[in-house]
Structures are given as structure tokens and as C-alpha cells.
T-cell receptor, first 114, second 114 residues
Framework: NAGVTQTPKFRILKIGQSMTLQCTQD?????MYWYRQDPGMGLKLIYY???????DKGEVPNGYNVSRSTTEDFPLRLELAAPSQTSVYFC?????????????FGPGTRLTVL | GNSVTQMEGPVTLSEEAFLTINCTYT??????LFWYVQYPGEGLQLLLK?????DKGSNKGFEATYRKETTSFHLEKGSVQVSDSAVYFC?????????????FGDGTTLTVKP
């Protein structure tokens, strides 16, 4: 199993540009999440999904959109990039079941908006 | 709501020193508790976990005990190595009706010097 994969690893955007961060998991997990991690800070939840076709906002959804057309894929869309969106973005997934189940993280996408 | 408070860092230790990173939590019910580790340039990965009071999670020489009476889950290691240098996150996961979402602490950066 590859686990959770994310592309690209790095990206530099100009203000106002748009892009999609890709996330795929091959563990058949129903739950998926997008986080951002600012330097020296913890994780903030952007959006999450409990299954294909179902998404919901987390703590910091403004400026982002998501979709979940399949169990495997959970792309994150930035429509009008702003310097405040400079961050490292992590995708994670988790299986349904006990709260004992941990989240599995991708390697992250480091985004800089100039 | 749920919250996790971690000992502030950064923490710098010499090789073979004893490590404690404090973590306390606020949650309703009986959450599961986790420690994740993030090595430089990588995503988070599970280090250890515990699901009920007095459970001890352990892995790679690290240990943490679920203390319900003090709402704590402190991470310990008897003798740290340079390779343990990383950021450590304490987290909790509540009931499954919360879409499996986890609450993370802000992370504690550990640097181990030879």
C-alpha cells in the first residue's frame, strides 16, 4: 500500500492564481481531512469528508474548496491565492470504527504565495 | 469542546537524557489519546496510542499512560537519541459521531544533541 499520497510536494503561486492540491489514499478509508500547518504551529482543519459525495467545513475553510467524488481522492482547491495561504498542507485519512483508529498522513505540500 | 495543551518547546537535550513532554486534555466522555511524531520534511505518523484509563501506549522506547484523574497523557523516554529529533504532537479523538476528527496540540519540537 502506498498509503496517503499528495502532489505536488512544492509549489510557488502568485497572488490571485488558483491551484488544486491532490490527495489520494489506497486504504479504502471513508474519512479524509485537509489540514494546514503554519511555521511553528499546530494543525488547523480546513475541510473534511466522511465519504464520497459528503464534505464539511473545518476550522479555517475560507479561501478553499473541496470535492469527494470517489473514496480514494480528496482534492483541495485554492481559487484566488493570497499570501496568508502560504503554509504546509497535509491530507489525512482514517477508517470508520472505533475512536481508537489513528489518522494516516500524507507527506505534505509546501505552498508559497508571493 | 475538546482541547489539547502541550508543553511549550523547543526542548533541547543531550543524547541519553530522559525526556518528558507534558500533555493535558479537555474532553467529554472517554476519548482515545495519541502521540504523533513529525520528522523534518515529512508528514505526521503515529508514535503510540491508548484508548482507556490506565492504558499505557509504547513504541520505540517511548511510553505514555492515559491518566483520567489528571486528564494527562505525558510522553516519556528514558534515553533519547539524536534520531529522536522531531516535532511531537499530542492528540485526542472523540466518539465516532464526530466524523473521526482529532484535536491536536500545537506540537513540541525536540532537538537531541550528540
Amino acid at each position: 500500500n502506498a498509503g496517503v499520497t499528495q502532489t505536488p510536494k512544492f509549489r510557488i503561486l502568485k497572488i490571485g492564481q488558483s491551484m488544486t492540491l491532490q490527495c489520494t489514499q489506497d486504504m479504502n478509508h471513508n474519512y479524509m481531512y485537509w489540514y494546514r500547518q503554519d511555521p511553528g504551529m499546530g494543525l488547523k482543519l480546513i475541510y473534511y469528508s466522511v465519504g464520497a459525495g459528503i464534505t464539511d467545513k473545518g476550522e479555517v475553510p475560507n479561501g478553499y474548496n473541496v470535492s469527494r467524488s470517489t473514496t480514494e481522492d480528496f482534492p483541495l482547491r485554492l481559487e484566488l491565492a493570497a499570501p496568508s495561504q502560504t503554509s504546509v498542507y497535509f491530507c489525512a485519512s482514517r477508517s470508520v470504527g472505533s475512536s481508537y483508529n489513528e489518522q494516516f498522513f500524507g507527506p505534505g505540500t509546501r505552498l508559497t504565495v508571493l | 469542546g475538546n482541547s489539547v495543551t502541550q508543553m511549550e518547546g523547543p526542548v533541547t537535550l543531550s543524547e541519553e537524557a530522559f525526556l518528558t513532554i507534558n500533555c493535558t486534555y479537555t474532553a467529554t466522555g472517554y476519548p482515545s489519546l495519541f502521540w504523533y511524531v513529525q520528522y523534518p520534511g515529512e508528514g505526521l505518523q503515529l508514535l503510540l496510542k491508548a484508548t482507556k484509563a490506565d492504558d499505557k501506549g509504547s513504541n520505540k522506547g517511548f511510553e505514555a499512560t492515559y491518566r483520567k484523574e489528571t486528564t494527562s497523557f505525558h510522553l516519556e523516554k528514558g534515553s533519547v537519541q539524536v534520531s529522536d529529533s522531531a516535532v511531537y504532537f499530542c492528540a485526542l479523538s472523540g466518539s465516532n459521531t464526530n466524523a473521526g476528527k482529532s484535536t491536536f496540540g500545537d506540537g513540541t519540537t525536540l532537538t537531541v544533541k550528540p
